[in-house]
T-cell receptor, first 112, second 115 residues
Framework: QQPVQSPQAVILREGEDAVINCSSS?????VHWYRQKHGEAPVFLMILLKGGEQKGHEKISASFNEKKQQSSLYLTASQLSYSGTYFCGTDAFSGGYNKLIFGAGTRLAVHP | ETGVTQTPRHLVMGMTNKKSLKCEQH?????MYWYKQSAKKPLELMFVYNFKEQTENNSVPSRFSPECPNSSHLFLHLHTLQPEDSALYLC??????????????FGPGTRLTVL
């Protein structure tokens, strides 16, 4: 039930691009993306709902393909501040309410 | 204060101690969550409360006892813990609606070390 993230880790030089993937074995209603810097709480980046819409915030964007049951996070022209661990969360209904199941995370390190 | 706050930020305890973690959210949300995050492991959901009612207990050992007196406060009572319980404990909240999905906002976490 836990979504699978790939790759596990990425090392970039400032200005390079990266793609982080999140796939699920079951149908998805939504995908949430979070970033966690070392020693800090996870911070919400964006949510993608069923419909295949693409969202973006500055140079970070994401797509959601519900047919393929996967989402991808695109980091363009990476900055040092992008370093951290990126988690995707997929929804799972339980007891009439929704909860998020998080992937294992992708560690991103951006170097000068 | 805004957002989700957690106290204490760091806690060291022996296996025979009893301690409590506190979480408070100032966002007007109705759902609150406890997660455990160990080194190199994904976020593990422990408990979920909706409108003060526990709706999820993810097979958590009884040495962890949650308490939710109202929609803004969440506690995690700890007793007779094991060294493998050492981890970062994160609290989160959201505007949970039945069957809906919503963003979770996390607190800074409590770094727990069990000796």
């Amino acid at each position: 039930q836990q979504p699978v993230q790939s790759p596990q880790a990425v090392i970039l030089r400032e200005g390079e691009d990266a793609v982080i993937n999140c796939s699920s074995s079951k149908a998805l209603y939504s995908v949430h993306w979070y970033r966690q810097k070392h020693g800090e709480a996870p911070v919400f980046l964006m949510i993608l709902l069923k419909g295949g819409e693409q969202k973006g915030h500055e140079k970070i964007s994401a797509s959601f393909n519900e047919k393929k049951q996967q989402s991808s996070l695109y980091l363009t022209a990476s900055q040092l501040s992008y370093s951290g661990t990126y988690f995707c969360g997929t929804d799972a209904f339980s007891g009439g309410y929704n909860k998020l199941i998080f992937g294992a995370g992708t560690r991103l390190a951006v170097h000068p | 204060e805004t957002g989700v706050t957690q106290t204490p930020r760091h806690l060291v305890m022996g296996m025979t101690n009893k301690k409590s973690l506190k979480c408070e959210q100032h966002l007007g949300h109705n759902a609150m969550y406890w997660y455990k995050q160990s080194a190199k492991k994904p976020l593990e959901l422990m408990f979920v409360y909706n409108f003060k009612e526990q709706t999820e207990n993810n097979s958590v050992p009884s040495r962890f006892s949650p308490e939710c007196p109202n929609s803004s406060h969440l506690f995690l009572h700890l007793h007779t813990l094991q060294p493998e319980d050492s981890a970062l404990y994160l609290c989160a909240s959201s505007s949970q609606t039945s069957g809906g999905t919503d963003t979770q906002y996390f607190g800074p976490g409590t770094r727990l070390t069990v000796l």
